[in-house]
């Protein structure tokens, strides 16, 4: 296994469009995360899902975000109507077990 | 409320010892946690301590947990210049059953030569 993926690497968008990132996490772990890092600043989480269900999103988590994990494998994380304040890492991560996440290499994210 | 602090950056000299310092304020934190990040890249676990440890050693790093003061240590012995980067440290808090991870702003090493 090649650890976790995430596609696109970089994202270049003009305001007000919608983006759509994908994870694939290492087969066999049910968890996966999303989390979002800003230039300077350590990641801070998004949301969570445990197989398909997710169980938690942050107050980050605007209505203009949404999250899925339809078949409890890959996720995808869309952003609708982008603002420049969307510029941003994210980042997703995977685990087998309650700790011990697996992170992917990200997807940069630029709005114009 | 939930807060991972450390200092911004460190700069060493290659063959000396480095020391990151973080401290956390959620006492219920199971395991804790060192990132290595370099530029344009995603997150590297180096390490790892359980809350009920108090050092952790693997081969370069060793971890120092003091869990009064809430205070995580990172030692990296013998700094080379490839151990330039950013290093966060994460406490894993647990509600409801999901184990998200609260991160620092990170310590900018920088290794001189």
């Known amino acids: 296994d090649t650890g976790v993926s995430q596609d696109p690497r970089h994202k270049i968008t003009k305001r007000g469009q919608n983006v759509t990132f994908r994870c694939d996490p290492i087969s066999e772990h049910n968890r996966l995360y999303w989390y979002r890092q800003t230039l300077g600043q350590g990641p801070e989480f998004l949301t969570y899902?445990?197989?398909?269900?997710?169980?938690?999103k942050s107050r980050l988590l605007s209505d203009r975000f949404s999250a899925e994990r339809p078949k409890g494998s890959f996720s995808t994380l869309e952003i609708q109507r982008t603002e420049q304040g969307d510029s941003a890492m994210y980042l997703c991560?995977?685990?087998?077990?309650?700790?011990?996440?697996?992170f992917g290499p990200g997807t940069r994210l630029t709005v114009l | 409320g939930e807060d991972v602090e450390q200092s911004l950056f460190l700069s060493v000299r290659e063959g000396d010892s480095s020391v990151i310092n973080c401290t956390y304020t959620d006492s219920s934190s199971t395991y804790l946690y060192w990132y290595k990040q370099e530029p344009g890249a995603g997150l590297q676990l180096l390490t790892y301590i359980f809350s009920n440890m108090d050092m952790k050693q693997d081969q370069r790093l060793t971890v120092l947990l003091n869990k009064k003061d809430k205070h995580l240590s990172l030692r990296i012995a013998d700094t080379q210049t490839g151990d330039s980067a950013i290093y966060f440290c994460a406490e894993s808090v647990s509600a409801s059953g999901t184990y998200k991870y609260i991160f620092g702003t990170g310590t900018r090493l920088k290794v001189l030569a």
């Open positions: 899902f445990q197989n398909e269900a997710q169980l938690e």
């Open positions: 991560a995977s685990s087998a077990l309650a700790d011990e996440q697996f």
